[in-house]
């Protein structure tokens, strides 16, 4: 067995015993999900942000507090190794505090375990050579062997009160205007983040996402940007993900693929037609509609290959036998559908909401790992085609399919 933990001893434990600990490890992940968690003033000033361990970079996208002035880690990691993304709640029970100068997780300030915040990427502390820092450009991860590319921290739906219900995009904007700026990386400054974060080992796929630009002319940009991608890898194709809002003229699709990309993804978010539109008008208006986003995704795998798109969920919003129903369709079509546990974040139409119970997340979880099972997409199709392999249904699935050594070389 070749699972390895940072603190926990396993080479006692059969597989039935550690898939166990790691069945405890994944109901505590999914309730620091809907809980959040708070961390100790003292916590913070020896967690080492921005120089040893990483930082929440252009907001907290899940923070449940208004976050511009404080540095927070991104994640840390539990005992066994899964990877929680740090979501700020300072009304959490959940709290990062210090025991012996180490950092711990505690509920009700009983201890629970020792965590580890996630190692810094060294290119992070690297600039382009137009003098934009490489992490602003590309954040790396160890854990996900990722690197995200947000193209621009802006989308043109706010121009016409169309964002999504649950985005808080043009809100962080507007919040980091004076420490970010408004930016839209070219695709030199994003050929030379993923090259360093390649080289250094960081990542071994890429995503770029951003916002939707007035007439569309982000369409343009991911082919601009594979083919730069392209020339500084030396490579024909590369595994990164064009994540896209569909596109009205499908060409669009032949030409991501041939503009190096392995995977693409367009999230349709929900499944049920009527909470669509009212919770995505600009995505029902603006992108053809729902219709349209199910036969761009169902045209994309015949470009791509079964199990070679993807369409995320934004899980809590519509009945979960909706969502359910639709990843289910899609899945048999060959798109990997997947979600995170949602957090109605700081600065979007949801703030103050409540996201489900964990239970809640954790059925959901179960049944989607069951049907990227059941549809034969393997760890690898996974990997290459979400965002990142730290989300519920991705824990559950390597759980269940005894897919263990991946975690080995993210907790040295
Ligand atoms: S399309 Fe929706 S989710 Fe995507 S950036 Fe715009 S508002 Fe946010």
């Not at 993304?85 to 300072?90: D, E, L």
């Not at 909470?275 to 008008?281: E, L, R």
């Amino acid at each position: 067995m070749s699972y390895k933990t940072w603190t926990a001893d396993v080479s006692e434990l059969t597989k039935a015993e550690l898939k166990d600990k790691l069945w405890e490890e994944i109901r505590l992940k999914a309730d620091l999900g809907t809980e959040g968690v708070d961390i100790t003033k003292e916590a913070l000033l020896v967690a080492e942000l921005g120089t040893r361990h990483q930082e929440q970079v252009l907001g907290g996208g899940r923070n449940r507090e208004t976050s511009a002035k404080n540095v927070l880690p991104a994640c840390f990691y539990l005992p066994y190794g899964l990877k929680v993304t740090f979501t700020w709640n300072k009304n959490s029970l959940y709290k990062i505090a210090l025991d012996k100068n180490k950092p711990v997780l505690t509920y009700k300030e009983e201890k629970i375990g020792e965590i580890k915040y996630a190692k810094r990427p060294k290119y992070h502390s690297q600039s382009a050579s137009d003098g934009t820092p490489l992490y602003l450009i590309g954040n790396g991860s160890f854990y996900d062997k990722q690197i995200f590319i947000t193209y621009s921290n802006e989308c043109s739906y706010k121009e016409k009160g169309e964002d999504c219900l649950f985005c808080n995009i043009n809100y962080d904007r507007e919040l980091y205007t004076e420490k970010y700026g408004t930016y839209w990386r070219n695709p030199k400054q994003v050929g030379e983040a993923v090259k360093a974060a390649f080289t250094e080992g960081v990542a071994d796929h890429l995503t770029i996402s951003g916002g939707v630009i007035a007439e569309r002319r982000e369409l343009d940009y991911f082919v601009d940007a594979g083919e730069e991608i392209k020339r500084v890898l030396g490579a024909e194709e590369f595994n990164g993900t064009a994540t896209v809002a569909a596109p009205l003229d499908f060409n669009n699709i032949h030409k991501f693929k041939e503009a190096g990309f392995r995977t693409t993804a367009m999230n349709l978010e929900l499944w049920d037609k009527d909470f669509y539109k009212a919770v995505c008008p600009g995505k029902a208006g603006g992108s053809g509609g729902w219709d349209n986003w199910v036969n761009a995704l169902e045209y994309a795998v015949k470009v791509f290959g079964f199990g070679r798109v993807r369409s995320n969920f934004v899980a809590g919003i519509e009945p979960k036998t909706k969502t359910i129903e639709g990843i289910e369709y899609l899945s048999s079509k060959g798109v990997i559908c997947s979600f995170n546990i949602w957090a109605p974040n700081v600065g979007s139409a949801f703030e103050g909401h409540r996201s489900p119970e964990t239970s809640w997340y954790l059925d959901l979880g179960e049944k989607v790992a069951a049907v990227w099972k059941k549809n034969g997409f393997t760890f690898e199709k996974i990997h290459d085609a979400t965002a990142g392999d730290y989300r519920l249904p991705s824990d559950i699935y390597r759980t269940e399919n005894e897919v263990f050594d991946i975690y080995n070389d993210t907790l040295k």
